[in-house]
């Protein structure tokens, strides 16, 4: 990315469970789905929405291996996607396990997203 215009923050959490992809999903929403940015396009190479370069951070605190980027690929509907899965989040306890929601365990998965948008 040659230039980053906007970075986003947000957090996903699955409280049952124990899905890794449904917290980063929800980590991509909550960073991107309270901005509007009208005049990304006139910076743009060729004033087109799809030369936009995102690149999407993602702290996951357990199951990378399980990670399905292809469905959190699609919260982002412009541009060039490319992702960085690091360690971070965090695994705390929702204090209770409930087997109709298909808990494992009492663990709820916290991802954190970091969005930059650029060109």
């Known amino acids: 990315m040659e230039q980053i215009m906007f970075i986003e923050i947000g957090m996903g959490i699955d409280l049952h469970g124990q899905n890794v992809t ?6 991509v ?3 991107i789905h309270h901005n509007s940015m009208p ?3 006139t910076v743009l190479p060729g004033n087109d929405i799809n030369r936009m370069k995102v690149n999407v951070r993602l702290a996951v605190p357990a199951d ?10 699609a919260e ?22 409930l087997t ?5 365990n009492d663990l709820a998965y916290v991802v954190i997203a970091s969005v930059e948008v650029g060109y």
């Open 22 to 27: 449904k917290a980063a999903v929800r980590a």
């Open 29 to 31: 929403q909550n960073a």
């Open 39 to 41: 005049g990304l396009r």
């Open 64 to 73: 990378k291996d399980k990670l399905d980027l292809a469905l959190v690929r």
């Open 76 to 97: 982002s509907p412009y541009g060039e996607v490319t992702f960085d899965v690091v360690d971070g989040g965090m695994l705390t306890t929702s204090g209770i396990v």
């Open 100 to 104: 109709d929601k298909e808990d494992r």
